[in-house]
Nanobody, 121 residues
Framework: QVQLVESGGGLVQPGGSLSLSCAASGSIFSINVMAWYRQAPGKQRELVALKTSAGSTHYADSVKGRFTISRDNAKNTAYLQMNSLKPEDTAVYYC???????????????WGQGTQVTVSS
């Protein structure tokens, strides 16, 4: 099994910053993709940022220039640096990884438990 543990959420004022972490553990042979999604109450879950094993990245238009996704392959950990936060960034943030599991033929997706980010004055 693969487990994801997220941390770093909390309450921050508009214009402030937060850093989220997502640590993956288990029978991981390799991590193909690490990504962050978020879901606000009453809204659909949306992709925030994605990073492939080759280093390519994708950001939602709403966070470009403010958020940065990174990964530490040695630690099997993804990060999301969030700057210039806005109230509309308030949501539960989920980490998702696409991994190749030792002993299995096909890669699989795993989701973290989510961490609450609240941007409010």
């Amino acid at each position: 099994q693969v487990q994801l543990v997220e941390s770093g959420g909390g309450l921050v004022q508009p214009g402030g910053s937060l850093s989220l972490s997502c640590a993956a553990s288990g029978s991981i042979f390799s991590i193909n993709v690490m990504a962050w999604y978020r879901q606000a109450p009453g809204k659909q879950r949306e992709l925030v940022a994605l990073k492939t094993s080759a280093g390519s990245t994708h950001y939602a238009d709403s966070v470009k220039g403010r958020f940065t996704i990174s990964r530490d392959n040695a630690k099997n950990t993804a990060y999301l640096q969030m700057n210039s936060l806005k109230p509309e960034d308030t949501a539960v943030y989920y980490c998702i990884v696409n991994v190749h599991i030792s002993g299995l033929k096909e890669p699989r997706d795993y989701w973290g438990q989510g961490t609450q980010v609240t941007v409010s004055s």
